[in-house]
T-cell receptor, first 115, second 109 residues
């Protein structure tokens, strides 16, 4: 069964450093998402992406964040200057269609630790 | 702002007991999805409810959507240790999923 993959599984970085989290969505999916989950808390939406542009972003997704689909398979989340409060699990997700009637398929996540 | 609350936040049950989590929204929902997240894992889609009063079953799991489409519930009959995890309801929107606060289920063997 096709699945979303993410690399790395765990990233440790120092405050102020840039990180890039990578995702390979399911191949025939058109809609891509990033979510984050601070330990023990709920899953929070960051950004959605379709047709090579951002569809929607939350207030968490400020100027320090960016997303890119550099080729036909990868979908990346970049955090330019990490803060301690960016420490969280970051999940990539994809879906074959938009929003209301489609389930989202989540990757295994990248645990980001900012020290 | 938008709130999707779940109760209880935590639930510990003996294996074989039943479990129910409730999801309540401050606004009317067009539809609702349920996801399960195992400890250390990622959210996995369980089901989607669309119609007012809809009830769907998956083996020991029963999902219900309220008549007013402002609440939903997930009931597990005779829990097993494989049921452990956090259960989230989520409101699908045009471009994202808005997750509820989740209910963490622990099953004691």
């Amino acid at each position: 069964e096709p699945e979303v993959t993410q690399t790395p599984s765990h990233q440790v970085t120092q405050m102020g450093q840039e990180v890039i989290l990578r995702c390979v969505p399911i191949s025939n999916h058109l809609y891509f998402y990033w979510y984050r989950q601070i330990l023990g808390q709920k899953v929070e939406f960051l950004v959605s992406f379709y047709n090579n542009e951002i569809s929607e972003k939350s207030e968490i997704f400020d100027d320090q964040f960016s997303v890119e689909r550099p080729d036909g398979s990868n979908f990346t989340l970049k955090i330019r200057s990490t803060k301690l409060e960016d420490s969280a699990m970051y999940f990539c997700a994809s879906s074959p269609g938009q929003g209301l009637t489609y389930e989202q398929y989540f990757g295994p996540g990248t645990r980001l630790t900012v020290t | 702002g938008q709130q999707v609350m779940q109760i209880p936040q935590y639930q510990h049950v003996q294996e074989g007991e039943d479990f129910t989590t409730y999801c309540n929204s401050s606004t009317t929902l067009s539809n609702i999805q349920w996801y399960k997240q195992r400890p250390g894992g990622h959210p996995v889609f369980l089901i989607q409810l669309v119609k007012s009063g809809e009830v769907k079953k998956q083996k020991r799991l029963t999902f219900q959507f309220g008549e007013a489409k402002k609440n939903s519930s997930l009931h597990i009959t005779a829990t097993q240790t494989t049921d452990v995890g956090t259960y989230f309801c989520a409101q699908p929107r045009a471009n994202n999923l808005f997750f509820g606060t989740g209910t963490r289920l622990t099953v004691i063997p």
